[in-house]
C-alpha cells in the first residue's frame, strides 16, 4: 500500500513509514535499504518498526529484511515526501526439508557498538554437556567474556567479577545465576526467543552492574495452534507447551526437572563403594510461564514468571556430617504496552524478585546455619517516541531492595547452647534514564543516553544521588566498513560476595549501607566491523575500564566472630582491565560458525591484600580462544564442533616453608602469585533428523563434552610431607578435576 502526498520538487525527499506483518502487527527488528543512484542508505527503525530516511530522488529499490519473514525487493520513483507502509510475509523457509538458506536469520549477530544478538534456534548444534542449547556457554564463547573454566556457571566479562554482570529475564533482575557447578544450562531455551548481550551495558535503561547485561526475551507472539516441544536426555528432561486460549490469546510454558536422585544414583550406589557417592544426592527442577493477551489494537498485555530451585545433600558417615543446601529463584513481572500511534508508545511493568540460599551443617553435637536472600520490588516505566526522525527512549525506573546478607546461627546440640548473626538491610533506588538517536550525517549517527540515579538505605551517609552518561559513536564509511568508539560510566549498589571458588552457590548479596560506598566504573571501547565478503564478517575492537570501591571477603562460607560485624569482614579496593578483542564470524551456507579471541589483563589493588601492592584477578585469563563450527551435510544430518583454549585463572600457592616448634609453617609472597594449567576442551555434536518440518521435528542428538579427555582441574590441593627428623619438607600439588570426557545422547521433539 503506498500513499503520497505533495510538496515542492527538490533534489532530496523524505521517505517514511512503517513495517507490518500481515496481521497489521508492527514488527520490530527489520532493515531496510535504499539503493539510489548506485548508493545504499539504510534507515534507522524504532522500537515501533517506523523509519524516516530523507535520500536523493529518482528510481529507488528499497529492500526489507527480517530474520522470521520473507525479504521484500520492490522499486519506486521517488519525486516528492513519500509515506509507505510495507508489509510482510511469515517466512516459511523450512518446508518438506526444503532449506532456502538467503532468508535464514544468522544464529549471531552484531547490534550497534558491539553488541550482539542471538537466534538461540540456529545454535542447536553448538554441543553442549546434555545436548540442550546452554546460553551461558554460548556467551563464554564471544569475545571480551571469560571462560570460567569447569565447576563454573558464572560470567566474567571484561575483566570484572561475576556480581558485575546483570541477567535479565524479559527485563526483570535475576540474582541466582547457575544450577550446581554450571553443569546444567541455567535457563530452558526452548522458552527464550532471543538473548541479547551488551558487554558494557551502554543503554541508559540498564543499570545497577559495572559490566554487561543479558537479555532473555521470551516469545511475546500469540500462538495460533497448539504445540509442545522438548528434549529428553540421560540426565535432564524439559518441555515446552504453547497453547493458544482465543485468536489474541495464549500462554506458553515450560518446565524441566533432573532424574539424577530416582535413577541415575541408585545404579552408581549399587555398584559402588565409595561412601562420598552414596552420600551425595543433587537435583533441580525450573519452570517458565509467559501470558499473552492483546486487551485491543493497541495493548498488549503480558505476564513473565520463572521459578527454579536446587537441592544439594551430602552425608559423611566417616565425618558424623551431614549437609544440605538449598537455593531457589523466583521472579513474576506483568507488563502492559501500549502503541498510541506508529510513532510512539509505552511500556509499564511491574515486577517482584526474589532469590535465597540455605546451608545447613551438622556435625556430631554441633548444628551450623547461614542463609541469606534477596528481594526486589520494582516498576519499569519506558517510552518511545521521535523527534524530527530522531528516535528517543525514556522513562522512569523504581525498586525497593530488601536483602539479608547473612543470617548465621550455631547451635550446640548437647547444652542447648546457641550463637546467632543476623542482619537485614532495607534499601530504596529510583531513575530516570533518557536515550536519543541523533543521525548527525548520511554516514555518522550517535547514540546518547544519561541514567540519574537516587540510592538510598536510609541514612544520609547512605544516599547518593549519581549521573551517569553513556555516549556511542558510529562511523560508516561504506556498506561493508564501520567503527565505533563508546565511553560508558557506571555504579553498582548491591554487590555480590562470592566465597567459593567453584559453582557452589553460597555466595550472598550485599547492599551500599553503614558507609560501603557503591562500586564504580568507567569504560572506554573502540572497534570496527568490516564485512569481508557477504557472508562473512569480521569485528575488532579494545577495552579499558577502571573500577573503585570493589568488594572483598577473604574467608570462605562464613567468618563467624561474635566480637566481629560482616561490614568489619569486607575489603575495599579498585582495579582495572584492558584488552584487545576479535572475532571472525560466517553466517550462511551449509558451514557456518565464529572464531573469537581476547587478549585481556585485570588486576586489583587492596590495602590489606598482598601489602597494598597490585596483583593479578583471580580470573585474570590472559588468552581466550574460542571456536565454533556447524556444519549441515543434508536435510537429516547436521555436525557441531567447538574448541576452546585460555589461560589458567590465578591462585596464591605457599613459596616456602619453615619451622615454629618443629610445626611447618607456610609462607607466602604475593596474593594469587599462581596459575593454573592452561585450559583446553574440545566439543562435538551429531544431530540426526528423522522428521523436521516447520511444525514437527524428530531428532536424535549425541554429544561428546572434553572429546580428548584433557584434566582440566578446577583447583589444586598441596599435599605436605614432613620427613621424621622434622628438617625437611616435600609438597606435591594434587589437581582436582571435575570433568573429563563426557558423552550424552538426547532426543529433541515437536509436534
Known sequence: ???????????????????????????????????????????????????????????????????????????????????????????????????????????????????????????????????????????????????????????????????????????????????????FPFYNTDHIKEVEFDKSSSNSKYGGRLSSTTELLPNKKIPSVFHIQGNIGVLASQFT?????????????????????????????????????????????????????????????YIDAFVSADALKVKDGNLALRTNLEWSNF?????????????????????????????????????????SYVKDFGFNNSVKFSIKNMPIESGVQYVFHDLQPQKISVENLTNLNTASQDNTINSSEAAIFATIKPKITDHFNAELGLRINYYTSGTKIDSYLHFQPRILLNYRVNSHYSFYTSYNKQYQYLSMITTSSVGIPTDFWMASSEGIKPQSSDEFSIGSSLNVTKNVLSTVGGFYRSMKDLLEYPYGVTQFNEATTLRSDLLVGKGKAYGFEMMLRKNNGKF?????????????????????????????????????GMYNLNPKWNFGLTQVFSSGN??????????????????????????????????LSVNYFFTKTNKKESALNFSIYNTLNIDNPIYVVLNIQVNEDKNSVIVEQEKKVL?????????RFKF
Open 1 to 183: 500500500m503506498l500513499c503520497f502526498y505533495s510538496i515542492s520538487a527538490q533534489t532530496k525527499v523524505i521517505i517514511r513509514g512503517c513495517i507490518k506483518s500481515s496481521q497489521n502487527k508492527n514488527i520490530v527488528g527489520a532493515s531496510i535499504l535504499f539503493n539510489t543512484n548506485n548508493s545504499d542508505y539504510y534507515a534507522k527503525i524504532d522500537s515501533t518498526g517506523f523509519f524516516s530516511e530523507r535520500i536523493p530522488s529518482g528510481k529507488t529499490k528499497v529492500v526489507v529484511k527480517h530474520q522470521n519473514y520473507v525479504e521484500k525487493q520492490f522499486f519506486l520513483d521517488l519525486s516528492q515526501d513519500t509515506l509507505i507502509s510495507i508489509i510482510l510475509e511469515k517466512d516459511n523457509s523450512i518446508l518438506n526439508e526444503v532449506i532456502i538458506t538467503n532468508t535464514k536469520k544468522a544464529g549471531v549477530t552484531n547490534l550497534s557498538g558491539g553488541k550482539l544478538s542471538f537466534n538461540l534456534s540456529e545454535l542447536a548444534t553448538v554441543p553442549s554437556v546434555f545436548g540442550t542449547t546452554d546460553i551461558i556457554k554460548i556467551l563464554q564463547l564471544t569475545p571480551g567474556v571469560q571462560n570460567s573454566g569447569d565447576a563454573n556457571g558464572y560470567l566474567y566479562v571484561r575483566g570484572g567479577d561475576p556480581g558485575h554482570n546483570a541477567i535479565l529475564y524479559g527485563g526483570t533482575p535475576v540474582y541466582g545465576m547457575s544450577h550446581l557447578l554450571g553443569i
Open 241 to 301: 507447551l504453547a497453547a493458544p486460549i482465543s485468536s489474541k490469546t495464549g500462554f506458553y510454558f515450560s518446565a524441566r526437572k533432573t532424574y539424577i536422585d530416582e535413577i541415575i544414583a541408585p545404579l552408581i550406589k549399587s555398584g559402588s563403594k565409595n561412601n562420598d557417592v552414596q552420600g551425595m544426592k543433587y537435583g533441580f527442577s525450573d519452570g517458565n510461564f509467559t501470558f499473552i493477551s492483546q486487551l485491543s489494537e493497541k495493548n498488549l498485555f
Open 331 to 371: 521472579i513474576v513481572s506483568p507488563t502492559l504496552v501500549t502503541t498510541f500511534s506508529s510513532k510512539v508508545s509505552m511500556s509499564n511493568a511491574v515486577y517482584f524478585s526474589q532469590y535465597s540460599n540455605d546451608l545447613n551443617m551438622e556435625q556430631a553435637t554441633i548444628r551450623f546455619g547461614v542463609s
Open 592 to 628: 557456518n560458525g565464529w572464531l573469537s579471541y581476547t587478549l585481556s589483563w585485570s588486576d586489583r589493588n587492596f590495602d590489606k591484600l598482598n601489602n597494598g601492592n597490585t596483583y593479578f584477578a583471580k580470573y585474570d585469563r590472559r588468552h581466550n580462544l574460542s571456536l565454533v
Open 650 to 683: 590465578r591462585f596464591t600457592m605457599p613459596t616456602s616453608w619453615y619451622f615454629v616448634n618443629n610445626n611447618p609453617v607456610k609462607e607466602y609472597s604475593k596474593y594469587n602469585n599462581a596459575q593454573m594449567p592452561n585450559y583446553l576442551r574440545t566439543d
Open 739 to 747: 570433568y573429563r570426557i563426557l558423552p550424552s545422547l538426547s532426543w
